[in-house]
């Protein structure tokens, strides 16, 4: 018994001075949160939100009390446990270091994970796109210079198959934040928008978005400011978009305010931060003096492009911060590279917002020079090259039978609500595409996000039921700009370019009278297509890109013929 209470006694918080308290030896305050662990009581609290039909639960307190700050956010009887934890000594890195993971368990279904070990493996591609999302709803809401290890965790805890838990994940980081003790700009509200019957519908459930014509994302902060937008849609007018976008800020606000009244409740004090790796004034000052002007002759030198604009901006960059070392031998190494950052940024957008002129000499409006190229491999379904100023990106187009589509299990669509899909569209940017040397290995999250983004833009536009598979690939060659947009273009000139009639904007059906799928060419293993399509008003598109003539469709061949070359 003694040696119970001695090991307890050890536990028990004690005052820090005057101040908050904290355990023996633990120089840092506890949280809110972390007393009403160590003192045992319940402590939990909760609010509600109405949403239109729907209701969002909040709660904290009662899980996970052990992390700086946690919240559990429920509709109906979909729940996600989110965590949030940071280190109180700065990182080294030179950047805000924030990880979020997302991840959905099978027993948030009530199932057991179909692979050899029974146990979830890895991060599947939806983990990861809205790990993504709750990234860029908090990021930027972090203190300027606020470089210290911070993780964001976001468990499934059941999912009915109703409610989507992505968008609850999103509020439950905004909670746990906001609870904690970390410097925090928030909070932050998320919904998402979907248009039915044509009516704004906000948190739809997965039977309702499977109807709807646009599903939105929005991400909103105090004062019916946006963070965060992600959005795919079936061609939508622009006013429909942004009345949906106002919809969902004015929703977002009742969840904000939700969030407000518990923290008020809970009583949370934010910690102090070590230190804020920001450049002085005085270092930011000398820097403009020094810079200015070499800066502005290099971005007004319309005869540069990136390779030597580039190199001519990190000669400035080494003779600056060599005469910025000399004037102030104590500053931190980040303090002299981060002024100059600063400098370049400030010149480069005063020239654009008071010149309107671009470092390329274009004005607001203009475009850079756009090449599109065709037919680039006979043997291949389908390829084109699509290049916007020194942004080159390569894409292809494959078909194959419905065998080969993305296959979901019953668990996946259980807890994604993520089914089988014949079309894709798969990103790589290799190193070489911005003159540097990497390590090429498998998808990362970067070449996931970008690829996702422009498999929205395309999906709306491909056939509904088509009877083949399609595989696109992009792969970046030059980048100088926007490459997840460039792909959406490279993508539809080579998905026409694969005789693929894309819907037009009013969404009309496509009519294909004859596609015919006779199997694999046993000499090339290519598959042998045979196509022939009516041309009506909703497949009005006649591809006559470049200098090539129309298309002629060819006659469909017999089956004896199957073996011949489309």
């Not at 179909?114 to 591609?125: H, K």
């Not at 499934?156 to 410097?183: Q, R, T």
């Not at 939700?258 to 070590?274: A, F, S, Y």
């Not at 084109?384 to 039978?401: E, I, N």
């Amino acid at each position: 018994m003694a040696a119970c209470r001695h090991c307890c006694s050890s536990l028990w918080p004690r005052p820090l001075g005057n101040g908050p308290l904290r355990l023996p030896g633990r120089t840092r305050a506890l949280t809110p949160l972390q007393v009403r662990a160590l003192w045992g009581g319940t402590g939990s609290r909760a609010v509600a939100v109405d949403l239109g039909s729907r209701k969002l639960e909040i709660s904290s307190g009662k899980l996970a009390r052990f992390a700086d700050g946690s919240a559990v956010v429920q509709s109906g009887d979909t729940a996600v446990m989110v965590t949030a934890v940071s280190k109180t000594k700065p990182s080294p890195s030179q950047f805000m270091p924030l990880v979020v993971d997302y991840r959905q368990k099978a027993a948030a279904a009530g199932r057991i994970p179909t692979n050899y070990l029974r146990r979830e493996i890895g991060s599947s591609d939806k983990e990861i796109l809205t790990s993504r999302i709750i990234d860029r709803s908090i990021r930027p809401l972090f203190p300027a210079g606020y470089f210290y290890d911070t993780q964001i965790l976001c468990n499934l805890l059941a999912v009915d198959g109703i409610n989507e838990p992505d968008v609850l994940a999103i509020n439950g980081a905004s909670v746990a934040l906001s609870l904690s003790d970390i410097p925090w700009n928030g909070p932050i509200g998320a919904v998402r928008v979907g248009i039915i019957d044509g009516e704004c519908v906000v948190n739809p459930t997965r039977k309702e978005m499977s109807s709807s014509a646009l599903n939105l994302v929005v991400a909103g902060a105090p004062r019916s400011q946006i963070v965060m937008l992600e959005a795919s849609a079936e061609n939508i007018l622009q006013q429909d978009f942004c009345h949906a976008i106002k919809v969902g800020v004015k929703y977002t606000q009742q969840i904000i305010q939700g969030i407000q009244q518990l923290v008020k409740e809970i009583g949370v004090t934010k910690r102090t931060p070590q230190k804020l790796f920001i450049p002085s004034p005085e270092i930011v000052k000398y820097t403009h003096k020094l810079a200015m002007e070499r800066l502005y002759a290099v971005f007004t030198d319309y005869e540069h492009d990136k390779i030597s604009r580039d190199e001519a901006i990190n000669k400035i960059r080494l003779d600056t911060e060599e005469q910025l070392k000399e004037k102030f031998p104590e500053a931190d190494p980040y303090e002299i590279i981060e002024s100059f950052n600063v400098v370049s940024k400030d010149v480069f957008r005063s020239i654009i917002l008071n010149e309107y002129k671009r470092c390329d000499g274009r004005d607001l409006t203009s475009l850079r020079s756009i090449n599109c190229e065709v037919d680039m491999f006979k043997t291949l379904h389908g390829s084109a090259l699509f290049q916007r100023g020194q942004t080159q990106v390569l894409c292809t187009v494959t078909f194959d039978s419905l065998e080969s589509s993305i296959k979901s299990d019953r668990i996946i669509t259980a807890v994604n609500g993520i089914k089988d899909k014949n079309f894709m569209l798969h990103y790589e940017f290799p190193p070489f595409a911005t003159n540097e040397i990497g390590k090429v290995t498998g998808v990362n999250r970067r070449e996931l996000g970008h690829g996702a983004l422009a498999e929205k833009a395309l999906s709306p536009v491909i056939p509904r039921d088509f009877p083949f598979t399609i595989r696109v690939t992009s792969e970046v060659l030059e980048s100088n700009g926007s490459s997840s947009m460039a792909s959406a273009c490279g993508g539809s000139l080579a998905l026409m370019d694969a005789v693929i009639i894309l819907c037009n904007f009013k969404r009309k059906s496509v009519s294909l009278t004859q596609v015919k799928y006779f199997g694999r060419d046993p000499a090339d293993g290519r598959m042998r297509l045979s196509r022939k399509v009516l041309q009506s008003p909703a497949t009005a598109v006649v591809k006559t890109l470049n200098d090539r003539s129309n298309i002629v469709m060819r006659e469909p061949v017999s089956q004896s013929s199957s073996n011949s070359s489309p």
